[in-house]
């Protein structure tokens, strides 16, 4: 149970467009999903964390109008990447915490590369 | 905010030795603390956890150990084997926020 689908798994994209990522929670509501980015041979940096309904919060360093998060929906929060840049390429992953302090569960990551 | 700190960044040991690695946090009303195993490319595996109002847990060859006061965990890998060759992160998280990582351990498990 708790399994939060992500997709896509890997995008490359040419400078200056757009790439949205999409994570769904498929066996419960997540009413708040964290964002996060991974840099190779680094940690996960937490982006931002977005609540089901309201505008999500940004972490310091984290440009707001690059990275839009959207969590309209219980099971449905998107990132997207506007105007990307090579800079951009990372690996993208998000995160829901499982109700009943059950802990916390992860997509499987987005892997971008911009060129 | 909350910061973890994790140390040695890598470590490597000999096959049934064992490892140890060892995290600082900053702020002390956080009360979750995991572990996560990552291999490449893929979401990070929570291998234990423990929680605040506990002091130690234990499954199998995996150990975590929790001091409050020092705000300081640990975790202890017995009789280590070169499947346990990977990237190893602890976190630590207050109620209902994010988990914050700390920047990661590679082990490395010679046969």
């Known amino acids: 149970g708790a399994v939060v689908s992500q997709h896509p798994s890997w995008v490359i994209c040419k400078s200056g467009t757009s790439v949205k990522i999409e994570c769904r929670s498929l066996d419960f509501q997540a009413t708040t999903m964290f964002w996060y980015r991974q840099f190779p041979k680094q940690s996960l940096m937490l982006m931002a964390t977005s609540n089901e309904g309201s505008k999500a919060t940004y972490e310091q360093g984290v440009e707001k109008d690059k990275f839009l998060i959207n969590h309209a929906s219980l099971t449905l929060s998107t990132l997207t990447v506007t105007s990307a840049h090579p800079e951009d390429s990372s690996f993208y992953i998000c995160s829901a915490r499982i109700s009943g302090d059950g802990g916390y569960t992860f997509g499987s990551g987005t892997r971008l590369t911009v060129v | 905010g909350e910061n973890v700190e994790q140390h040695p960044s890598t470590l490597s040991v000999q096959e049934g030795d064992s490892a140890v690695i060892k995290c600082t946090y900053s702020?002390?009303?956080?009360?979750?603390f995991p572990w996560y195993k990552q291999e490449l490319g893929k979401r990070p595996q929570l291998i234990i956890d423990?929680?605040?109002?506990?002091g130690e847990k234990k499954d199998q060859r995996i150990a975590v150990t929790l001091n409050k006061t020092a705000k300081h965990f640990s975790l202890h890998i017995t009789e280590t084997q070169p499947e346990d060759s990977a990237v190893y992160f602890c976190?630590?998280?207050?109620?209902?926020?994010?988990?914050?990582f700390g920047k990661g351990t590679t082990l490395s498990v010679s046969s």
């Open positions: 423990i929680r605040s109002n506990v």
């Open positions: 976190a630590a998280r207050q109620a209902g926020t994010a988990l914050i």
């Open positions: 702020d002390s009303a956080s009360n979750y």
